[in-house]
């Protein structure tokens, strides 16, 4: 069973207060909130909860996952009394949700937002459109960023937490590598990266209608998420591997290329420092604006027809072209493509 995004946003936007009231509980007024006598450090006001002596909160889905033991599905079921739908036949029913679960959120995000936009210099514009959506929040232990990854239908099933001190880095208990943190437009582009912070990294530095396209974290060098989004969006054309300057990255950019579906186009985008965030990290000091190395080359091509170029005046252009069909040449097809002037192709198959 899955549920769409309509149904996650309006699980989200339940009223905890009636929620709790419907489940047999006891609230007591305080104010503009109302306080849960089972926990009577929480809480709660429309679709938020905050527990005071852990100084963490949330909205309803987090709620239900969090006081009353059920996974995320079963946490949507509970708030919208709907049922999840059947996954299309074309797609694989999706694997179970039930040991992942996503960090409880912190009250605000003000210390990740800081993290991201004081020591890793991101723009407040990009990282705010990730805030807003729900793909990166700070989660109330720790006050680690947390990058969320989801399927095509909008559930979360991945969760990577960043430190916003120190070097921690950790994936969530039963995240779904083959989900990682992306964004999915409806482009033919798609643009790889190591990590969500040269994800976003890259965004800061070719904003320009930046959302037409598509990116993904590959959560380090391996193929799962590629490979998944691939299949996922057959409308994909051509592939960026924009992976990390240095050898693990070159060498895990040829591997990938050589997974990728044939009929892609894959190219190599090779930062002018070992990664994108150290790029925007000196952007102010890359005065020609340069920020993709001179060595940006191909990695693989799909096959193609082999063309030669047919020069044709204007005034021939209706003219039959009989002489194409002569003996000398070697194959029993050939397709002309009209065109302007001087542009005509032939096509041989």
């Not at 959560?219 to 992976?243: H, Q």
């Not at 190395?293 to 204007?314: D, N």
Request: aromatic share 12%.
């Amino acid at each position: 069973m899955y549920y769409t995004q309509e149904q996650i946003d309006r699980a989200n936007q339940a009223d905890l207060v009636s929620f709790l009231q419907s489940q047999g509980e006891q609230l007591t007024r305080a104010g503009n909130e109302y306080r849960w006598k089972r926990h009577d450090s929480l809480t709660v006001r429309g679709n938020k909860w905050y527990r005071h002596s852990q100084s963490k909160g949330g909205g309803p889905v987090d709620f239900v996952m969090e006081f009353f033991g059920k996974s995320f599905t079963e946490a949507v079921e509970l708030l919208t009394g709907e049922k999840g739908a059947v996954p299309p036949p074309d797609r694989p029913c999706p694997a179970s949700l039930f040991d992942f679960r996503l960090p409880p959120p912190n009250s605000d995000n003000r210390t990740a937002r800081n993290y991201l936009t004081a020591a890793r210099r991101i723009d407040e514009d990009v990282t705010g459109f990730f805030f807003a959506r729900g793909d990166i929040y700070e989660d109330a232990a720790h006050h680690n960023a947390v990058f969320v990854g989801r399927d095509e239908d909008g559930i979360p099933r991945y969760a990577h937490s960043k430190g916003t001190a120190g070097n921690f880095r950790l994936d969530v208990k039963g995240s779904d590598k083959a989900f990682n943190f992306c964004y999915r437009g409806e482009g033919d582009r798609l643009f790889a990266f190591e990590a969500p912070v040269d994800l976003l990294s890259f965004l800061c530095l070719f904003k320009k209608a930046w959302q037409k396209q598509s990116y993904l974290s590959l959560g380090g060098v391996g193929e799962k998420a590629l490979l998944r989004f691939l299949s996922d969006r057959p409308n994909i054309k051509t592939v960026y591997l924009c992976l990390d300057s240095d050898q693990a990255g070159n060498d895990a950019c040829s591997r990938l290329a050589e997974l990728v579906p044939e009929g892609l186009t894959v190219h190599r985008l090779v930062p002018l420092f070992k990664d994108w965030n150290e790029v925007l990290q000196h952007r102010a000091e890359i005065t020609d604006g340069k920020y993709i190395r001179e060595a940006v080359y191909g990695l693989k091509e799909p096959s193609q027809e082999e063309t030669v170029e047919l020069i044709r005046m204007s005034e021939v252009d209706t003219q039959t072209v009989e002489w194409l069909w002569e003996p000398y040449i070697p194959f029993g097809k050939v397709t002309i493509v009209q065109g302007n002037p001087g542009e005509g192709k032939t096509t041989f198959a």
